[in-house]
């Protein structure tokens, strides 16, 4: 197992090479576009990780710095050189997370946001909470302008994100193929998402047995990795990983389809999550082989299901983890363009993140509000009557800036799109049906 203390310092200069600091991340970095900071952009934080690797001390300010990072990967996209800042990120959150000087208020909301969120059933009893606070009008207060001088604001972000508190959807372990099957597919459920969205994935499931797979749904599915890597408890991470390793290779299936942009980009990377361990490298390395976004399986394999018209205009967000991670941009756009009669707008600013990364907008609570802000006003800016995105997390933030700007409206996955349209729903009618089965 790599340690923060063992190899990465070496692995890290020799990734710090390839940046030449041109600047061509400056204009992507939401982070650089909020503040105009310097060492807050990629190249500065490169810098950063640079003083670091010659033997610097980690000062609070650089922790701070890192910490403020969403990892969204558009410096990525953006860089001419193929610097590798993921791998860059991840090692220095891994030396920040073990050894970095947190104040004890932030030590403690890391401890309790990582305690919750990757456990589905503590996610369930949280939700249970939920649904009585607004069942007795509590949640509303929580939301309300009054509340934020007696409410924690990291429970009041929490609370707007949350969605509407409801019965969970079922989803079924085993779901047959329609038609000539054409593989057998595992679907992964997610940690949030089987608790908050399980309406997503029995959508996810349908449009798989309609496109002719068998869906097979590996029951106690936990967190995939991908929260904890992204912020640096990498141990936590390669324990996620391993279990859903075992949970999936015992149903012996083709493929892994993932409709979470962010657990998508964790699981392609197991391989090097887990590239110096002896008993699951090569298995992790041939889990991310075999494992797909929906939207780039469908577009992979081709469409064969019948999709009935939706006269609908819908606005289109690229997930960050889909787009620079995955580097899949085009794949969720030509599965859209599948449905007759569906017109897809383009958002302005598709490359900067609305906010979300991960718990991101938890922890770094104003500026997650400030990007998602931003990101609502540019779909606002398209017209359009529904907006469509590939990452859960992006749903939940986008849903409550629009809230914040008074300007609610449908906020979908692609996946429900799809599915809306092969059984022949209206788009608001599955709005109706996901706030009313979560």
């Given at each position: 197992?790599?340690?923060?203390?063992?190899?990465?310092?070496?692995?890290?200069?020799?990734?710090?090479?390839?940046?030449?600091h041109?600047?061509?991340?400056?204009?992507?970095?939401?982070?650089?576009?909020?503040?105009?900071?310097?060492?807050?952009?990629?190249?500065?934080?490169?810098?950063?990780?640079?003083q670091?690797?010659?033997?610097?001390?980690?000062?609070?300010?650089?922790?701070?710095?890192?910490?403020?990072?969403?990892?969204?990967?558009?410096?990525?996209?953006?860089?001419?050189?193929?610097v590798?800042?993921?791998?860059?990120?991840?090692?220095?959150?891994?030396?920040?997370?073990?050894?970095?000087?947190?104040?004890?208020?932030?030590?403690?909301?890391?401890?309790?946001?990582?305690?919750?969120?990757?456990?589905?059933?503590?996610?369930?009893?949280?939700?249970?909470?939920?649904?009585?606070?607004?069942?007795?009008?509590?949640?509303?207060?929580?939301?309300?302008?009054?509340?934020r001088?007696?409410?924690?604001?990291?429970?009041?972000?929490?609370?707007?994100?949350?969605?509407?508190?409801?019965?969970?959807?079922?989803?079924?372990?085993?779901?047959?193929?329609?038609?000539?099957?054409?593989?057998?597919?595992?679907?992964?459920?997610?940690?949030?998402?089987?608790?908050?969205?399980?309406?997503?994935?029995?959508?996810?499931?349908?449009?798989l047995?309609?496109e002719?797979?068998?869906?097979v749904?590996?029951?106690?599915?936990?967190?995939?990795?991908?929260?904890?890597?992204h912020?640096?408890?990498?141990?936590e991470?390669?324990?996620?990983?391993r279990?859903?390793?075992?949970?999936?290779?015992?149903?012996?299936?083709?493929?892994?389809?993932?409709?979470?942009?962010?657990?998508?980009?964790?699981?392609?990377?197991y391989?090097?999550l887990?590239r110096?361990?002896?008993?699951?490298?090569?298995?992790?390395?041939?889990?991310?082989?075999?494992s797909?976004?929906?939207?780039?399986?469908?577009?992979?394999?081709?469409?064969?299901?019948?999709?009935?018209?939706?006269?609908?205009?819908?606005?289109?967000?690229?997930?960050?983890?889909?787009?620079?991670?995955?580097?899949?941009?085009?794949?969720?756009?030509?599965?859209?363009?599948?449905?007759?009669?569906?017109e897809?707008?383009?958002?302005?600013?598709?490359?900067?993140?609305?906010?979300?990364?991960?718990?991101?907008?938890?922890?770094?609570?104003?500026?997650?509000?400030?990007?998602?802000?931003?990101?609502?006003?540019?779909?606002?800016?398209?017209?359009?009557?529904?907006?469509?995105?590939?990452?859960?997390?992006?749903?939940?933030?986008l849903?409550?800036?629009?809230?914040r700007?008074?300007?609610?409206?449908?906020?979908?996955?692609?996946?429900?799109?799809?599915?809306?349209?092969?059984?022949?729903?209206?788009?608001?009618?599955?709005?109706?049906?996901?706030?009313?089965?979560?």
């Open positions: 197992m790599t340690t923060p203390a063992s190899g990465p310092r070496r692995e890290v200069r020799e990734l710090l090479r390839d940046c030449v041109c600047g061509f991340c400056l204009s992507s970095c939401p982070t650089y576009l909020l503040w105009g900071e310097e060492m807050d952009s990629p190249r500065g934080r490169i810098h950063l990780m640079g670091l690797a010659d033997g610097a001390a980690l000062t609070p300010s650089m922790a701070l710095h890192f910490d403020r990072c969403l990892s969204c990967m558009a410096c990525v996209s953006a860089c001419p050189s193929g590798r800042y993921d791998l860059l990120i991840e090692q220095t959150r891994a030396e920040v997370e073990q050894s970095g000087p947190r104040r004890l208020s932030e030590r403690l909301l890391r401890a309790a946001v990582f305690a919750l969120f990757p456990y589905p059933r503590r996610l369930g009893w949280a939700r249970n909470v939920l649904a009585a606070a607004e069942r007795l009008g509590i949640r509303s207060f929580i939301e309300s302008r009054a509340a001088w007696f409410v924690p604001d990291v429970l009041r972000t929490m609370t707007a994100l949350a969605p509407p508190a409801a019965p969970r959807a079922p989803l079924r372990g085993h779901l047959p193929a329609a038609g000539s099957p054409r593989g057998r597919i595992g679907l992964l459920s997610g940690c949030v998402q089987q608790v908050f969205f399980s309406e997503l994935n029995a959508a996810t499931a349908r449009v047995a309609a002719g797979f068998e869906v749904v590996p029951q106690a599915q936990g967190c995939c990795g991908a929260l904890s890597w912020a640096g408890r990498t141990e991470a390669e324990r996620f990983a279990a859903t390793i075992d949970g999936f290779e015992r149903h012996r299936v083709d493929t892994v389809v993932v409709s979470a942009a962010g657990c998508g980009s964790a699981v392609k990377d391989g090097q887990l110096d361990d002896p008993a699951y490298a090569e298995r992790a390395r041939a889990f991310s082989t075999r797909r976004d929906v939207a780039e399986l469908l577009a992979e394999v081709g469409q064969t299901a019948t999709y009935q018209p939706l006269h609908e205009v819908v606005a289109y967000q690229d997930a960050c983890h889909l787009a620079h991670a995955q580097r899949l941009r085009a794949e969720p756009r030509a599965v859209l363009g599948a449905i007759p009669e569906l897809v707008r383009e958002i302005d600013e598709p490359e900067l993140c609305c906010g979300s990364a991960g718990v991101y907008n938890l922890l770094q609570p104003e500026a997650g509000r400030s990007l998602g802000d931003r990101k609502a006003a540019n779909v606002l800016a398209t017209g359009a009557e529904v907006l469509v995105s590939a990452n859960p997390g992006c749903l939940m933030q849903r409550a800036a629009l809230a700007a008074s300007r609610p409206m449908p906020v979908l996955h692609l996946v429900q799109v799809l599915d809306a349209s092969i059984r022949g729903v209206a788009l608001a009618e599955v709005t109706r049906r996901a706030a009313g089965a979560g």
